[in-house]
Each structure stands twice: as C-alpha cells, then as structure tokens.
C-alpha cells in the first residue's frame, strides 16, 4: 500500500547535511508528503509536511520538485540523535501508509 | 512525550489467549489511529475512529482483531486467540483536526510477545 520509495540507508557524517530522498511519483494533486522518523524501540516523530511548496521548520527542510513527484528532507545539521529511521509516507485520505523508510546512521 | 499514552508497554501472553491494549489520545484530539509494526517493517496501518465513530475498519487483519472507543476518549485494541504471528510493537496515534492536514502524535507503543 505504501506509495512511497526511500533508499534502505545512508550514513552521515555528524555536523554535515543529510539529504533523505523519497520518491512518490504516484501521489496525487490534493496529499501533502509527511515525513516521520522513528528512533529505536519509540513511536513514531512528527518531522515537517507539505504539500508543492518547500517548507522549513525547527527540524528540517522539505524540498519538494515541481511536478511534485518526489521529494527530499534536509537535516542541515546531523548529530548523534538524529540516528533513525526517517519515512516518507504520502496521506490518502485519513491514513497513513509508512513504507520501510531510510535508516540513516549519523556517524562520529 | 507526546502525551499519548499507552498501556501496557510490554504484554507475553501464550498462544491463544485474549489480550486487550489501551491508549489514552491527547485529550482535546478527536481522531484515533491503530497501527502494527513488525521487525524490519514501518508501522501499518490497522485502524481509525473519529469520536467514537469507527470510520475505518477494514485493514485490521482478521477477525481475531476488534477496536473500540466508546466515549470518543481512550480505545482498545483487543486481539483474540493470540497467534505466535501477532507479535509485534502495536502503535496508538491520535490527530487534533480533520481536513486536509493531519498530524498524528504517536505513542510509544505496546509490544506484545506470543510463546
């Protein structure tokens, strides 16, 4: 069901950019793209959302391309804690289908 | 914290006893998702009420599988004749609106272990 597609992992080093992308070729007009991440053995964190425009918070960025049909998260400054699992999910209707998402490991 | 809450964080029971799960939403969200997340997998989704209305039912994985929310507050999930292949982390989520944005604050979820 997950509509969504995530590399299986990436490392970072700590203090650079890490650049998650996800691709959602199939969403449609009106389904923002939510990204979560899933630090080990805890529920699921809220990271940013949207829906063509790019979009930046307290966390991260959201880079979203024209057509809309991916999409990138940019942690601008990794650290320790940001070792996770990141996942893109699009939003038909009222659920929210994760696929396996990006384990990223931020490196020392 | 998110302030969902959930209860109890950890359950083993043996195959084909019932178990039942709490959460407990942020207080003033009026939406109620259930997921399941198996090893190596992202969450799935089981569930969701709005109130006390369950509007979406039909992924929860059998019939073994049944949800309630009576008063539109806490829910359960109760899961009958446990099977050794419903171990897994059952997440609880809730939302404070409807309409076309909808963040979902997650609890940390109930792990439950079938021998």
């Known amino acids: 069901d997950a509509k969504t597609t995530q590399p299986p992992s990436m490392d970072c080093a700590e203090g650079r950019a890490a650049n998650l992308p996800c691709n959602h070729s199939?969403?449609?007009?009106?389904?923002?793209v939510y990204w979560y991440r899933q630090i080990h053995s805890q529920g699921p964190q809220y990271i940013i959302h949207?829906?063509?425009n790019n979009e930046t918070n307290e966390m991260a960025s959201l880079i979203i391309t024209e057509d809309r049909k991916s999409s990138t998260l940019i942690l601008p400054h990794a650290t320790l804690r940001d070792t996770a699992v990141y996942y893109c999910?699009?939003?038909?209707?009222?659920?929210?289908?994760f696929g396996t998402g990006t384990s990223l490991t931020v490196i020392p | 914290d998110t302030g969902v809450s959930q209860d109890p964080r950890h359950k083993i029971t043996k195959r084909g006893q019932n178990v039942t799960f709490r959460c407990d939403p942020i207080?003033?969200?009026?939406?109620l998702y259930w997921y399941r997340q198996t090893l190596g997998q992202g969450p799935e989704f089981l569930t969701y009420?709005?109130?006390?209305?369950?509007?979406?039912k039909s992924r929860l994985l059998s019939d073994r599988f049944s949800a309630e929310r009576p008063k539109g507050s806490f829910s359960t999930l109760e899961i009958q004749r446990t099977e050794q292949g419903d171990s897994a982390m059952y997440l609880c989520?809730?939302?404070?609106?409807?309409?076309?944005?909808?963040?979902?604050?997650f609890g940390p979820g109930t792990r439950l272990t079938v021998l």
């Open positions: 999910i699009d939003r038909p209707g009222n659920q929210f289908y």
């Open positions: 199939t969403i449609s007009g009106n389904e923002y």
């Open positions: 949207g829906l063509k």
């Open positions: 207080s003033e969200h009026n939406r």
């Open positions: 009420f709005q109130n006390e209305a369950q509007l979406e």
């Open positions: 989520a809730s939302s404070p609106r409807t309409g076309s944005y909808n963040e979902q604050f």
